[in-house]
């Protein structure tokens, strides 16, 4: 069965950085491309970023893109998000996914405040 299984959530301040990981069971993690996900209170889930299933191509939202990586270890199948110069805008909690949404984590939250 498809597991995945997120951590690394935390506070932080703004401006501060954290990585989060995915570890991913069940499936062939190596040859599916995986993606995280985000949900801010009042919002609707929006993708935050998605990578190819070798890694080597990535994509990201206009409002993380050049502040989170999107990585991926297929040796372990783990997946992570580096977040580097948080805003309090990222506050949410983040799901790992794979695919685009076919299936979820978790999630792991992360809150950016001072």
């Known amino acids: 069965q498809v597991q995945l299984v997120e951590s690394g959530g935390g506070l932080v301040q703004p401006g501060g950085s954290l990585r989060l990981s995915c570890a991913a069971s069940?499936?062939?993690?190596?040859?599916?491309?995986m993606s995280w996900y985000r949900q801010a209170p009042g919002k609707e889930r929006e993708l935050v970023a998605f990578i190819s299933s070798a890694g080597s191509s990535t994509a990201y939202a206009d409002s993380v893109k050049g502040r989170f990586t999107i990585s991926r270890d297929n040796a372990k199948n783990t997946l992570y998000l580096q977040m580097n110069s948080l805003k309090p805008e990222d506050t949410a909690v983040y799901y790992c996914?794979?695919?685009?949404?076919?299936?979820w984590g978790q999630g792991t939250q992360v809150t950016v405040s001072s």
């Open positions: 996914s794979l695919g685009r949404g076919d299936s």
């Open positions: 069940g499936f062939l993690f190596r040859i599916y491309t």
